[in-house]
């Protein structure tokens, strides 16, 4: 039974370029949540999908987008990238009937 | 919004002896209370959680206990062992489980001293 994947593992983009990061649930999970995680920090919520739909979303612009396919897998797309934006982005999968969440490896993005 | 304060940031403690972590919430709508313990270059991985309704739960060297009137919650490790060096961190959401986002307290170095 696989765990939650995330791709890529790093990645390194420049200032005003856009990025895509992808999640896969853990089996039978139906629910993605995305956070950034500053280093040192801890993880911040960006928002979450079930149902392949945005159902909560934390403090982020809009810059800040994303997606759920129809297996459940999911997608966090950044526009216009800044500096700022360089992070480790965690997805973390789980059930909407509450089963704790079980996060993925994560995605390093650093942005020169 | 719901704002989780953490404390200490870091914790040194001897191979053997306990040690405590201690979180606030603001909200007092939070009914979910997870803790994670994150190693060096990996993922958070979930070790205990409790629902508002619990006031103390164990699992083997970990238990966590919840104050619901002062809003706060804490991670108790007995018998420290080496493995347990790690950054834990504490956090709050509405609904249970998987249902809500997690707002999460800045963490707490764990180190454990030979």
Redesign the interface.
């Known amino acids: 039974d696989a765990g939650?994947t995330q791709s890529p593992t790093h990645l390194i983009k420049t200032r005003g370029q856009q990025v895509t990061l992808r999640c896969s649930p853990k089996s039978g999970?139906d629910?993605v949540?995305w956070?950034q995680q500053a280093l040192?920090?801890?993880?911040?919520?960006i928002?979450?999908y079930y149902e392949e739909e945005e159902r909560?979303r934390?403090?982020f612009p809009d810059r800040f987008s994303g997606h759920q396919f129809p297996n459940y897998s999911s997608e966090l797309n950044v526009n216009a990238l800044l500096l700022g934006d360089s992070a480790l982005y965690?997805c973390?999968?789980?059930?909407?009937?509450?089963?704790?969440?079980?996060?993925?490896?994560?995605t390093r993005l650093t942005v020169l | 919004g719901e704002n989780v304060e953490q404390h200490p940031s870091t914790l040194s403690v001897q191979e053997g002896d306990s040690a405590v972590i201690k979180c606030t919430y603001s909200d007092s709508a939070s009914n979910y209370f997870p803790w994670y313990k994150q190693e060096l270059g990996k993922r958070p991985q979930l070790i205990i959680d409790i629902r508002s309704n619990v006031g103390e739960k164990k699992d083997q060297r970990i238990a966590v206990t919840l104050n619901k009137t002062a809003k706060h919650f804490s991670l108790h490790i007995t018998e420290t062992q080496p493995e347990d060096s790690a950054v834990y961190f504490c956090a709050a959401s509405l609904a249970g489980g998987g249902a809500d986002g997690l707002t999460f307290g800045k963490g707490t170095h764990l180190i454990i001293q030979p």
Do not use: E
Not at chain 1, 40 to 45: A, S, V
Not at chain 1, 92 to 106: K, N, V, Y
């Open positions: 939650v999970h629910t949540s956070y040192g920090q801890g993880p911040q919520f928002f979450q909560q934390g403090n965690l973390a999968s789980s059930l909407i009937t509450g089963t704790g969440q079980f996060f993925g490896p994560g």
